[in-house]
């Protein structure tokens, strides 16, 4: 299995709300990543997680939350977001740090919209 | 890592090469050449790297100048599918953070 499922596929919620994202991978990556993209611009690094352990959080506002359940899993936790923070957030994975290659295999995204 | 510079975009007629271009002069020695492209809606899709040499696969051919200041994506029969946001990324192999530039927007012309 080569795929990186991402879920919801489109997401509408309020500033009040509160929801989550979900990606999932079984190639056995142990490196899992967010990024954030806007219309006609490239994919923001937001988070990265090695191990399980967050090694990197590209100084994102704390209305994002991210969660690493387990190896296979990555979740982003949101509340009180903005409509600015419309956009496509996108789930990759990849081998990690210390192993031969690093490509990322990304997810198809999930588009969400903030009233 | 180095920055990459790339065309904003380019033209090829579909069933021609497609040559990418890409220019990493800052790039340093243990960093690798990625290539990515994007086509419309969808997730980023991992093309081909390379660190000297120049490399081939089922998707694409990577070449690389012997100074590593710039490298060429060759798509050797372009399809209409093949339009795409097209990213060149200078990274440490082992690293787990990438930047995307700007990319190279890939129109394939029937």
């Known amino acids: 299995d080569t795929e990186v499922t991402q879920t919801p596929k489109h997401l509408v919620m309020g500033m009040t709300n509160k929801k989550s994202l979900k990606c999932e991978q079984h190639m056995g990556h142990r490196a899992m990543y967010w990024y954030k993209q806007k219309a006609k611009k490239p994919p923001e690094l937001m988070f990265v997680y090695s191990y399980e352990k967050l090694s990197i959080n590209e100084s994102v506002p704390s209305r994002f939350s991210p969660e690493c359940p387990n190896s296979s899993l990555l979740n982003l936790h949101l509340h009180a977001l903005q409509p600015e923070d419309s956009a496509l957030y996108l789930c990759?994975?990849?081998?990690?740090?210390?192993?031969?290659?690093?490509?990322?295999?990304f997810g198809p995204g999930t588009r969400l919209t903030v009233l | 890592d180095a920055k990459t510079t790339q065309p904003t975009s380019m033209d090829c007629a579909e069933g021609r090469a497609a040559n990418l271009p890409c220019n990493h002069s800052t790039i340093s020695g243990n960093e690798y050449v990625y290539w990515y492209r994007q086509i419309h809606s969808q997730g980023p899709q991992y093309i081909i790297h390379?660190?000297?040499n120049n490399e081939t696969n089922e998707m694409a051919s990577l070449i690389i100048t012997e100074d590593r200041k710039s490298s060429t994506l060759i798509l050797p029969h372009a399809t209409l599918r093949d339009t795409a946001v097209y990213y060149c990324i200078a990274s440490m192999n082992r690293d787990d953070k990438i930047i995307f530039g700007k990319g190279t927007r890939l129109h394939i012309l029937p």
């Open positions: 990759a994975s990849s081998q990690g740090r210390g192993s031969g290659a690093n490509e990322q295999f």
């Open positions: 390379g660190l000297k």
